[in-house]
């Protein structure tokens, strides 16, 4: 029986990220090639790929994005320039979709911005764990492309598995918007899940509040969330967790955004070593994705 891959020929992956791209060409059974990056003294970048084909994976999550855009965009061009008709870019962190509203006056919806770029530039979209709060489907954001948002949810639960997860832990997300990932991780694994409310004031500003009658009390806690990125949010959460009392508070991120500043703070607020996957090459990584982006890319198969 033919390979199913997805009708892609190749990865195409860039340095900081090599490795994650190599995973997944090797799940799919096809080439990887890496991005030649050179930055010029004035800043700018310039992009070389080899092998052109004519369906191509572009790989490369978006954290720090503002040279990434730029960098993809070169490439999409290079590889459509060489005869590539059908370019699915995979971006396991997709950027810019926090700012999914205009939440004071005179600013963008990057959001939309954003993905008016990128479906300019690419036919097809993979994401993990997209930031869809106020937007609910990745189809809101590159209009008339075909792209999947995955959930971070089945490498959570999985990890927690093979980890032993003790009975009657309970599952705890900081907001509302963080429910589908605390019922996706605890529902499979028959734990009760717990959602807070966030009041972000500012970047670093952020209170979550656990509902007071919250089953925490003498129970061990795991934090899910979507993003750590200052940290704040699963601050305030594991300390509302300790003051109703749970035993232990343990932390995963589907990406992790933070620095070795906010690393060394999980120590100081009590909390172990968080984990988190591997969309974002980070120290924290321990959840691979290669599998699951695999079958994303298989259902394109036929279309
Ligand atoms: O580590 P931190 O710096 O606290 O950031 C991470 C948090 O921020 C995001 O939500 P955010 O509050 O941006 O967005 P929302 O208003 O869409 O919930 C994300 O969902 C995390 O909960």
Redesign the pocket.
């Known amino acids: 029986m033919a390979r199913n891959t997805g009708n892609y020929r190749a990865v195409y992956g860039f340095p900081e990220s090599a490795d994650a791209a190599r995973r997944l060409a090797q799940a799919l059974d096809i080439p990887c090639h890496i991005a030649d990056l050179h930055r010029f003294p004035d800043g700018e970048s310039l992009v070389r790929l080899p092998e052109p084909v004519e369906r191509a994976i572009v790989y490369r999550s978006l954290d720090r994005p503002n040279d990434k855009l730029v960098e993809l965009t070169l490439a999409s061009s290079v590889l459509r320039r060489q005869g590539a008709t059908d370019l699915c870019l995979v971006a396991p962190y997709m950027a810019y979709m926090?700012q999914d509203a205009i939440f004071k006056p005179g600013e963008p919806v990057s959001q939309t911005v954003v993905g008016e770029w990128l479906g300019r530039c690419f036919d097809r979209f993979v994401c993990v764990e997209p930031?869809l709060?106020r937007t609910h489907t990745l189809d809101e954001v590159f209009v008339g492309r075909p792209a999947i948002a995955l959930s971070g949810a089945a490498p959570i639960a999985d990890h927690l598995r093979a980890a032993g997860v003790k009975p009657g832990t309970v599952i705890v997300g900081?907001?509302e918007?963080s429910a589908p990932l605390v019922e996706a991780v605890a529902g499979p694994l028959g734990l009760t899940g717990v959602v807070g409310r966030?009041e972000?004031r500012g970047d670093r500003d952020?209170t979550v509040a656990l509902p007071p009658d919250a089953p925490i009390h003498d129970r061990p806690v795991v934090i899910v969330?979507?993003?750590?990125?200052?940290?704040?949010?699963?601050f305030s959460c594991a300390r509302a967790a300790r003051v109703l009392g749970a035993d232990t508070v343990r932390v995963y991120g589907v990406h992790a955004l933070f620095n070795d500043t906010v690393a060394g703070r999980f120590a100081a607020e009590g909390l172990g070593r968080p984990l988190s996957c591997d969309g974002v090459p980070h120290p924290s990584n321990a959840l691979p994705l290669d599998g699951l982006i695999a079958e994303a890319i298989q259902s394109f198969a036929g279309e």
């Open positions: 926090r930031h709060h900081p907001d918007e966030k972000r952020v969330d979507d993003v750590i990125s200052s940290g704040e949010t699963i």
